[in-house]
DNA sequence: TGTGACGCTATTGTGTACAAACCTGCCTCG
DNA sequence: CGAGGCAGGTTTGTACACAATAGCGTCACA
């Protein structure tokens, strides 16, 4: 038995990636390939591989020369974000409507629980919460088929932001997500593309909504 | 003065993004970074780095293991991207509705007129009218003034079947486009976005037929 | 004291060497 | 005659050395 053997470059891209997400390097700092290099235990052109793909999804932007960092986002920008998740996840349930087996419905319902789960208990588990709702949107995004949309919504899916503000919801905004989420598969099992679409648009623009009444209170508690 | 001097990735880049989009690297076929360094008078680094972009830009895609071929397009992929282009256009129409400056729509109108000589004259010149609707089109997405949204775009605007394919169209094709481009102006100038949306939203659907029309007549004399 | 030029340092860009992985064709053995 | 495996060549992955460039502080001079 052999470990699959990532590719340097690889984990050096998890590595910078959960960097970003987690806070560790927040937005606007700078990133040397040097300093990632010796993080990572890697040599620079891996690092170099890694910061390609980042600048790609702009998790880091570049300055007018070269330099790197890590990518800060106005309010206006994630609504800009929101707005074209709302677009193209509501396109992606359209099609997934037409194309998900009975197999994908039924762990569309598993993720579903755990999600309630994450919720139902004493202390709302967000952690558990954010995971069991990424499984669920990547489970339609895959099931739509399309790896151009795959590809377009892969940058805009995980934003350290907004997985820092949901730390900040409120039970019922996470109970509204998972009557939600029931709604959609009710779409699925139905077939019906148009409905399917339609509760993806207004599940996205309720969670930008849900994100924009939150983020001021992050704000406030810096 | 001195020239700009380009990075030798940069110039790699373009070498090759030519290479795919004149149907000299035909799609399916390898790309050795080595062949490639040779060709654009580079090493191998600055290749992999344009390798890299070109990817995350789908014009190549990389085999199981990380061989590189030119990407080979369904005409079902094709509609997708025609899909995915009139949500995002239209959405980037809408917001240009609100900040485009007069000048920058007297611009457009000194593209349009670009694009009226190149189909006026006894053979229309293909070429020329795809930069000018080029140049069109990447003003309105500029002035969008979204750089998440013009990044998601530049995955889907240049598309090498696409520009084949337009060698194809009849004079009534170029016509309409350029008509269609002229209502645009106007829902720009009485910054209406929601007419703007909706005239891009029908050029993209329009163009996509003119597209699925064409495009046999190409297999055909191929 | 303000400003511009200079040089130092930090950082990225490129070339090259070598290692690892992979594909291919052939050869052996059942 | 087919399957498996074992070279050998091809291609990509990684490290490292050195070149080029941008940012920054300092110092001289007006």
């Avoid at 206006?76 to 419905?105: D, K």
């Avoid at 399309?146 to 919801?169: D, G, H, K, M």
């Amino acid at each position: 038995m052999k470990m699959p053997m990532t590719r340097a470059a690889d984990r050096a891209y998890d590595e910078i990636r959960s960097l970003i997400l987690s806070g560790d390097a927040p937005p606007g700092s700078q990133l040397t390939e040097e300093h990632l290099a010796e993080i990572c235990g890697v040599s620079r052109t891996p690092v170099r591989d890694a910061l390609r793909r980042l600048e790609a999804e702009l998790y880091v932007v570049r300055s007018d020369s070269q330099r790197v960092f890590v990518a800060d986002w106005s309010l206006e920008e994630v609504e800009e974000i929101f707005a074209l998740r709302g677009m193209l996840e509501a396109h992606a349930a359209g099609r997934a409507a037409r194309r998900l087996t009975s197999a994908q419905i039924e762990s569309l319902r598993g993720f579903n629980a755990d999600l309630r789960d994450a919720v139902m208990r004493p202390a709302p588990d967000v952690a558990a919460f954010l995971e069991a709702n990424r499984a669920f949107h990547n489970l339609i995004i895959d099931a739509a088929q399309s790896p151009r949309l795959a590809a377009n919504l892969a940058t805009l899916v995980e934003q350290p932001i907004v997985r820092r503000t949901a730390r900040q919801y409120g039970r019922d905004q996470l109970e509204r997500s998972m009557r939600e989420h029931d709604e959609l598969i009710q779409a699925f099992a139905s077939r019906d593309n148009g409905w399917a679409g339609a509760v993806m648009t207004a599940h996205i623009r309720r969670a930008y909504h849900a994100f924009s009444e939150a983020a001021p209170r992050l704000k406030a508690a810096e």
